[in-house]
Each structure stands twice: as C-alpha cells, then as structure tokens.
C-alpha cells in the first residue's frame, strides 16, 4: 500500500464497470486511490458493480463503500454526497468518471435524436455538474479539495458521433469555470481527455453484437495505441488529486530552471556559438 493520499477521502462517480475481460478506468481509479491509502466511496448507477470495485479493493487491504446512485437525478447526487460524510466526515477528491456515447444512442448531426441527446447532455454533462455542485460546499467549507473530471480526446479529434463529442467538449469549460471560480476556497479542478483506452464499455457491446474483440480493437486504433487495463487509474487520475506543490517548492523549481537555463546560455557563448535562438513555430 502506498502513502500519496493516506488520510483522505475520495468519491468517484462511476466507480463500477461494464461487465468485460479489461477494466474500467472509474474502477482502475478507485483501486489506486486506495491503494496509495484514500478512503474509497465507490458510486455507480448498478450498485452490483460498484460492491465488486470495493470487494476488489478489501481484498488488497484497502478502505471502501459502495453507493447507489444515478448522477442523472439531482437527489441521488445529493445523497450519495451526503452518504459519504456520514462515513468519513469530510471529501479530499471527487472523481467524475461517468459518460457513454453509442449506448445513450448518440450518432452523427444529421441523425441523432432528440430524445438521445437529452440522455447524452444529462449523462455526460449535466451529471458531472451536479457531482459538483453539490461536493463544493463541502470542500469550500473544508478550504481545500481535488476535482477531476473526465472528458475525452473526442472533443478535440475527429470524433463522427456528435453527442458526445460536444458534452465532452462541455466538460473541459465547466471543468474551467470550477477551477477559476474556486481556486480562492483552497480548490482544484483538473479536465483529463484520455484517447482510444480498452475498456469495457468501449469495446463489449460491439463483441456482444457479434465482432471478435481482437477485431473492434484494431478497428478502433490500427496503430495499435489504445491503453489497456488501469492505465488511466495508473497515472493521471492520482497525480490530479495529489496535494499541490507548497508555494516554496514552486519557486525553487523555477530558480533551478532559471539557473540551468543562464548556465546552457554561458557554454553557448564561451564556445563561440552564441546565445541559442528560440524556435519559430512554423
């Protein structure tokens, strides 16, 4: 068991999975959460699946509890919240891991729903805000906490699916306006945006429609790129919810950049080359 977030309390929204031979990244987080020694509050719309996340993390030794919810209902959001105080008192990091895309119906501009990017908006987005709305008092109270939320490469690649491409988008600006607006109250909030990752819901649905899964993979990145496993969990996940660097580090860091910097410019022109010259961008 490591030490990094020993003491503090972690709720992840979509901590459980769909059921599939690789894992998640809501569970690969929240096993690594606690293995670096959080208290886990695993919430997942199938409460099943969220118990298998903590029965995996007890069995390593770990602190967790499973919570039912649905991040499209404002209450449920609101009691899942609730139910972590009254377990643990406090928050440390909220970690927003709930979206979908062809299972919420989504498809190109000119044929998606109405009704589909309704679900789409209130899963991808509108969920991620009230897991949010709801955590900030209490870490506003607290004067510190950690947010992350997930979005997707999506929002910036050629993605033909225009649901989820354009909640995922939302979510790096409600990811923004959280982290100006409460930087003052000891607050961050981090946007990840993972590429192609293996995961089940990525991946089952078209093998239970019938394609083998070596097939869905290689059709969805022939370069053979996507992540695998808790490769998400592994490492951004827990380096945004670390404590920040004391002011005193910062600056340290930057004089140590400064000074290797003014030594590189030194040799450059006791050598006879002169000063290096900044890159263009082209």
Not at 251 to 256: K, Y
């Amino acid at each position: 068991m490591g030490e990094r977030v020993r003491g503090k309390v972690a709720i992840i929204f979509g901590a459980g999975q769909t059921p599939g031979e690789t894992i998640g990244n809501g569970r690969a987080t929240a096993l690594l959460l606690a293995r670096e020694g959080a208290a886990v509050v695993a919430v997942d719309r199938e409460v099943r699946s969220a118990q298998e996340t903590v029965d995996l993390i007890a069995g390593e030794g770990g602190t967790a509890m499973a919570v039912q919810a649905d991040i499209t209902g404002e209450e449920q959001v609101r009691e899942a919240i609730a139910a972590c105080m009254a377990a643990h008192g406090r928050i440390d990091i909220l970690h927003n891991n709930v979206g979908a895309s062809l299972a919420l119906g989504d498809a190109p501009a000119t044929e998606l729903e109405v009704e589909a990017f309704d679900r789409l908006y209130a899963v991808n987005l509108r969920g991620m805000w009230l897991a949010c709305k709801h955590t900030l008092p209490v870490m506003r109270e607290q004067g510190s906490g950690s947010i992350v939320n997930i979005s997707s490469m999506a929002a910036w690649e050629a993605y033909p699916y225009v649901g989820y491409k354009t909640t995922k988008a939302g979510v790096i600006a409600l990811t923004h306006n959280i982290a100006m607006e409460n930087a003052r109250h000891g607050i961050r909030a981090n946007v990840i945006l993972p590429g192609l990752m293996n995961t089940p819901m990525a991946i089952e649905a078209r093998v239970a429609a019938g394609t083998p899964g070596e097939e869905v993979i290689a059709s969805r990145d022939p370069a053979g790129a996507a992540g695998e496993e808790d490769g998400l969990g592994l490492g951004c996940g827990l380096c945004l919810a670390l404590p920040p660097l004391r002011r005193s580090e910062v600056h340290h860091r930057r004089f140590v950049a400064g000074r290797r910097r003014r030594e590189r410019l030194l040799r450059a022109t006791s050598s006879g080359r002169g000063a290096p010259q900044p890159r263009r961008r082209q």
